[in-house]
Structure formats: C-alpha cells, structure tokens
C-alpha cells in the first residue's frame, strides 16, 4: 500500500519507525499545512459563492426569462428530458405554482416546494441566500412566482437553482 492510500496518521506512524527527523515535527507540520490548506479553500469558497450571486442577481435582473408553470415542466422532462433541456437549460426561467414546504437548505438556502395547480407534481426551487426574509413570509397554497437562473434534473426529476421571489407583483430584483 502506497503513501496516497494512508491516512495521515499511518503516515507519521510509519515515518517515525522509519526516520528520526519525523519525531521532530514533521508529521504536525504535514497535519498543520493540511489545515491551512483546506481552510484557505473553504474561504475562496465563500469569496467565489458572493461574487456567484452578484452575477446571478444581474443575470436574473437583466435577462427575458423563459415563462413556464409547474406542469408544464414536469410534463416536458417526463416526455423527453433531452428535449426539455434544450428548451430549459442555459436560460432564465419563470416558473409559476403553489408553495408547498418552505424550509432551509443546504448553507441556510431557503428552498421552495412548488406544487403545480392541479397537485399532480412537485419541483424544489432553491432561492439566492437574501430571499430568506420573503420565503419565510410566504404560506402553503399561495400562488408564487420564482425567476431562476438555472434548472438541473437528476433521474428526470427537475429542480430550479438560484431562484428570486418577486418585490411586488412580477417584480424582481
């Protein structure tokens, strides 16, 4: 078994039978960088996801959005989810339905149960982390609005990411 398939501990463990020099510090050193490294990614994480929802805010401020409702998005990913993605994917979307649950996500994302008008089907939209306030003044049954900057289907299954809810009427920011 190499050194890439041991963990950092079998590692030191085995650098200390083999060598002195790891009983001076190297193996905390390997321990210490790793820490660092892996903070300094998870905070360019957190610099990259602020800048991703700037353009997002603009690209959904500023894009015409595709207009669809619930159904006929379940409709077109059950028919043939290739041809929906061709008419879905890239492009924004406004996509019309009733709340269902409303609950936090993932990083405090709030996330939206769409319902279609008839209940025959459901899509989660998962809202920009600053529409937290309006999703939670939201209530089951309301008739909501979303625009979203993108839509993803895993086993046919659609779901729309990086969503706003509107300020007032079929206004969004």
Not at 30 to 46: E, N
Not at 69 to 84: F, G, K, P, R
Not at 91 to 118: Q, T, Y
Not at 134 to 139: E, F, P, Q
């Amino acid at each position: 078994m190499g050194v890439r398939a041991r963990g950092i501990g079998q590692y030191c463990a085995m650098a200390k039978q083999q060598d002195e020099s790891a009983k001076r510090g190297g193996c905390g050193k390997v321990a210490g960088i790793a820490v660092i490294v892996l903070a300094g990614v998870w905070v360019l994480g957190g610099i990259a996801q602020r800048f991703d929802d700037a353009e997002t805010a603009g690209k959904l401020a500023s894009e015409p959005a595709v207009q669809a409702t619930v159904a006929e998005i379940l409709t077109a990913y059950s028919a043939n989810e290739l041809a929906a993605k061709d008419r879905f994917d890239g492009k924004v979307l406004e996509v019309r339905g009733k709340a269902g649950m409303i609950i936090e996500g993932f990083g405090g994302k709030p996330i939206i149960a769409l319902e279609s008008a008839d209940g025959s089907g459901t899509i989660n939209a998962g809202l920009l982390p600053d529409e937290r306030s309006r999703a939670s003044a939201l209530t089951k049954g309301q008739d909501v609005t979303v625009r979203c900057a993108r839509i993803t289907a895993s086993l046919t299954d659609p779901t729309l990411l990086d969503c706003r809810l509107p300020v007032a009427a079929n206004q969004f920011m």
